[in-house]
T-cell receptor
Framework: EPEVTQTPSHQVTQMGQEVILRCVPISNHLYFYWYRQILGQKVEFLVSFYNNEISEKSEIFDDQFSVERPDGSNFTLKIRSTKLEDSAMYFC???????????FGPGTRLTVL | GQQVMQIPQYQHVQEGEDFTTYCNSSTTLSNIQWYKQRPGGHPVFLIQLVKSGEVKKQKRLTFQFGEAKKNSSLHITATQTTDVGTYFCAGTEYRQAGTALIFGKGTTLSVSS
């Protein structure tokens, strides 16, 4: 069964450094998403992406964040200058259509020191 | 903005007892999705409800979507230890091409045998 994959599984970085989190969505899906989950808290929407542009973004997704689909398979989330409060699990998800169920990847745990 | 409330936050049951979690949205939803997250895992899609008053069953799990499309519930009959985890409801706001899934805080279920 096809699944969303994410790399790396764990990323440790120093405050102020840039990080890129990578995702490979399910191949016939058209909508891609990033969510984050701070330890013990709920899953929070960051951004959705369709047809090579941002479809929707939350207040969390400020100028420090950007997304890109650099080729036909990868979908990336870049955080330009990480802060301590960016430490969280970041989940990528994809769906066939915006009305369909979203399938989540295993997540990247980001630790900012 | 849209908020999704979920109660209870925690529930402990003896194996064989029933379990219910309730979800309420501050706005009308286009659809509601339910996810299960095991400790250390990622959200796994369970079901999507779209129609007003819809009821769906998956073996021991029964999902309902309210008539006003603002609330939902998940009921598990005769819980088993494999049901342990956090159950999240997540809704998409009723508007054109709404993509963001807004998650509730989840109900963490523990089951003792």
């Amino acid at each position: 069964e096809p699944e969303v994959t994410q790399t790396p599984s764990h990323q440790v970085t120093q405050m102020g450094q840039e990080v890129i989190l990578r995702c490979v969505p399910i191949s016939n899906h058209l909508y891609f998403y990033w969510y984050r989950q701070i330890l013990g808290q709920k899953v929070e929407f960051l951004v959705s992406f369709y047809n090579n542009e941002i479809s929707e973004k939350s207040e969390i997704f400020d100028d420090q964040f950007s997304v890109e689909r650099p080729d036909g398979s990868n979908f990336t989330l870049k955080i330009r200058s990480t802060k301590l409060e960016d430490s969280a699990m970041y989940f990528c998800a994809s769906s066939r259509d915006y009305r369909n169920e979203q399938f989540f990847g295993p997540g990247t745990r980001l630790t900012v020191l | 903005g849209q908020q999704v409330m979920q109660i209870p936050q925690y529930q402990h049951v003896q194996e064989g007892e029933d379990f219910t979690t309730y979800c309420n949205s501050s706005t009308t939803l286009s659809n509601i999705q339910w996810y299960k997250q095991r400790p250390g895992g990622h959200p796994v899609f369970l079901i999507q409800l779209v129609k007003s008053g819809e009821v769906k069953k998956q073996k021991r799990l029964t999902f309902q979507f309210g008539e006003a499309k603002k609330n939902s519930s998940l009921h598990i009959t005769a819980t088993q230890t494999t049901d342990v985890g956090t159950y999240f409801c997540a809704g998409t706001e009723y508007r054109q091409a709404g993509t963001a899934l807004i998650f509730g805080k989840g109900t963490t279920l523990s089951v003792s045998s």
